[in-house]
Protein backbone atom coordinates (compact mmCIF):
# COMPACT_ATOMS: atom_id res chain seq x y z
CA UNK A 1 0.00 0.00 0.00
CA UNK A 2 1.08 3.42 -0.81
CA UNK A 3 1.17 6.20 1.77
CA UNK A 4 -1.92 8.37 1.37
CA UNK A 5 -0.08 11.79 2.38
CA UNK A 6 3.37 12.93 2.21
CA UNK A 7 3.42 14.67 6.10
CA UNK A 8 0.25 15.95 8.01
CA UNK A 9 2.77 18.24 9.64
CA UNK A 10 3.03 22.34 9.39
CA UNK A 11 5.24 24.10 11.20
CA UNK A 12 2.82 24.55 13.81
CA UNK A 13 2.11 21.19 14.49
CA UNK A 14 5.92 19.91 14.23
CA UNK A 15 6.70 22.55 16.87
CA UNK A 16 4.07 21.79 19.14
CA UNK A 17 4.85 17.76 18.48
CA UNK A 18 8.70 18.91 19.21
CA UNK A 19 7.68 20.78 22.65
CA UNK A 20 5.57 17.89 24.09
CA UNK A 21 8.79 15.55 22.82
CA UNK A 22 10.89 17.96 25.33
CA UNK A 23 8.26 17.61 27.97
CA UNK A 24 8.74 13.94 27.41
CA UNK A 25 12.53 13.80 27.60
CA UNK A 26 12.59 16.02 30.40
CA UNK A 27 10.52 13.98 33.26
CA UNK A 28 14.20 11.97 34.02
CA UNK A 29 12.68 8.67 32.64
CA UNK A 30 15.81 6.61 31.13
CA UNK A 31 15.80 7.31 27.18
CA UNK A 32 16.27 3.15 26.89
CA UNK A 33 13.11 3.04 28.89
CA UNK A 34 11.10 5.91 26.60
CA UNK A 35 12.25 4.07 23.55
CA UNK A 36 11.39 0.77 24.58
CA UNK A 37 7.67 1.89 26.27
CA UNK A 38 7.52 3.20 22.54
CA UNK A 39 8.05 0.16 20.87
CA UNK A 40 5.82 -2.29 22.98
CA UNK A 41 2.81 0.71 22.57
CA UNK A 42 3.88 0.56 18.63
CA UNK A 43 3.73 -3.42 18.65
CA UNK A 44 0.18 -3.38 20.68
CA UNK A 45 -1.32 -1.17 17.67
CA UNK A 46 0.93 -2.95 15.07
CA UNK A 47 2.25 0.54 13.87
CA UNK A 48 5.60 -0.75 11.76
CA UNK A 49 7.02 2.84 11.52
CA UNK A 50 6.90 3.18 14.90
CA UNK A 51 8.05 0.12 15.45
CA UNK A 52 11.21 0.76 13.37
CA UNK A 53 11.67 4.28 15.22
CA UNK A 54 11.09 2.83 18.46
CA UNK A 55 14.32 -0.02 17.86
CA UNK A 56 16.58 2.55 16.05
CA UNK A 57 16.11 5.09 19.43
CA UNK A 58 16.54 2.61 21.36
CA UNK A 59 19.50 1.20 19.91
CA UNK A 60 21.31 4.70 19.45
CA UNK A 61 20.88 5.16 23.13
CA UNK A 62 22.48 1.81 23.98
CA UNK A 63 19.76 -1.11 24.11
CA UNK A 64 20.60 -4.65 23.30
CA UNK A 65 19.14 -6.24 20.38
CA UNK A 66 18.27 -9.38 23.49
CA UNK A 67 16.19 -6.80 25.09
CA UNK A 68 14.83 -5.02 22.34
CA UNK A 69 13.67 -8.49 20.86
CA UNK A 70 11.87 -9.54 24.35
CA UNK A 71 9.67 -6.34 25.00
CA UNK A 72 6.70 -8.09 23.05
CA UNK A 73 6.99 -10.95 25.64
CA UNK A 74 8.58 -9.03 29.20
CA UNK A 75 6.39 -10.81 31.16
CA UNK A 76 8.11 -14.06 30.40
CA UNK A 77 11.94 -13.09 29.88
CA UNK A 78 14.46 -12.25 33.08
CA UNK A 79 16.04 -9.56 31.15
CA UNK A 80 13.57 -6.21 32.86
CA UNK A 81 13.35 -4.32 35.88
CA UNK A 82 10.59 -4.45 38.39
CA UNK A 83 11.09 -0.85 37.33
CA UNK A 84 10.73 -1.53 33.36
CA UNK A 85 7.87 -3.95 34.27
CA UNK A 86 5.70 -1.67 35.69
CA UNK A 87 6.42 0.85 32.99
CA UNK A 88 5.21 -1.80 30.65
CA UNK A 89 1.87 -2.90 32.36
CA UNK A 90 1.05 0.72 32.69
CA UNK A 91 2.01 1.29 29.00
CA UNK A 92 -0.33 -1.60 28.42
CA UNK A 93 -3.54 -0.97 30.57
CA UNK A 94 -3.31 2.59 29.26
CA UNK A 95 -2.83 1.31 25.70
CA UNK A 96 -5.60 -1.53 25.64
CA UNK A 97 -8.46 0.76 26.66
CA UNK A 98 -10.82 -0.58 23.65
CA UNK A 99 -13.58 -3.52 24.39
CA UNK A 100 -14.41 -2.83 28.00
CA UNK A 101 -10.82 -3.44 28.96
CA UNK A 102 -10.04 -2.61 31.83
CA UNK A 103 -7.78 0.29 31.65
CA UNK A 104 -5.09 1.15 34.11
CA UNK A 105 -6.59 -0.68 37.41
CA UNK A 106 -5.27 0.46 40.93
CA UNK A 107 -2.78 -2.40 41.21
CA UNK A 108 -1.33 -1.26 37.72
CA UNK A 109 -0.38 2.51 38.83
CA UNK A 110 0.66 1.70 42.46
CA UNK A 111 3.14 -0.32 40.93
CA UNK A 112 4.16 2.40 38.48
CA UNK A 113 3.97 5.39 41.14
CA UNK A 114 6.02 2.75 43.36
CA UNK A 115 9.22 2.85 41.12
CA UNK A 116 8.41 6.78 39.48
CA UNK A 117 8.07 9.99 40.65
CA UNK A 118 5.49 12.16 39.61
CA UNK A 119 7.39 13.93 37.42
CA UNK A 120 8.62 10.57 35.76
CA UNK A 121 4.87 8.96 35.69
CA UNK A 122 3.60 12.43 33.80
CA UNK A 123 6.61 11.47 31.14
CA UNK A 124 5.76 7.97 30.69
CA UNK A 125 1.83 8.72 30.62
CA UNK A 126 2.81 11.89 27.56
CA UNK A 127 5.34 9.50 26.00
CA UNK A 128 2.19 6.70 26.02
CA UNK A 129 -0.03 9.19 24.34
CA UNK A 130 2.04 10.56 22.05
CA UNK A 131 2.84 6.84 20.76
CA UNK A 132 -0.92 6.16 20.77
CA UNK A 133 -1.14 9.33 18.64
CA UNK A 134 1.59 8.71 15.92
CA UNK A 135 0.04 4.62 15.60
CA UNK A 136 -3.48 6.00 14.53
CA UNK A 137 -2.06 8.76 12.38
CA UNK A 138 0.64 6.18 10.57
CA UNK A 139 -2.35 3.73 10.17
CA UNK A 140 -4.56 6.67 8.95
CA UNK A 141 -2.20 7.60 6.75
CA UNK A 142 -0.51 4.64 5.50
CA UNK A 143 3.25 5.18 6.49
CA UNK A 144 5.63 2.56 5.86
CA UNK A 145 8.32 1.74 8.21
CA UNK A 146 11.70 3.00 7.36
CA UNK A 147 11.67 6.49 8.59
CA UNK A 148 13.27 7.75 12.13
CA UNK A 149 11.90 11.20 11.73
Avoid at 25 to 33: A, E, F, K, N
Avoid at 59 to 76: I, M, S
Wanted: aromatic share 6%; net charge negative; charged share 20%.
Amino acid sequence: MEPRMKSIASPEVSAGIGQLLKAVHSGGVDPRLLSMIHLRVSQINSCAPCAYSAIASAKKAGETDERLHAVATWRETPFFTDEERAAFALAEAATRIQDNAPGVTDPVWDAAADHFSEAQLGAIILEIGLTNMFNRINHTTREQAGKTW
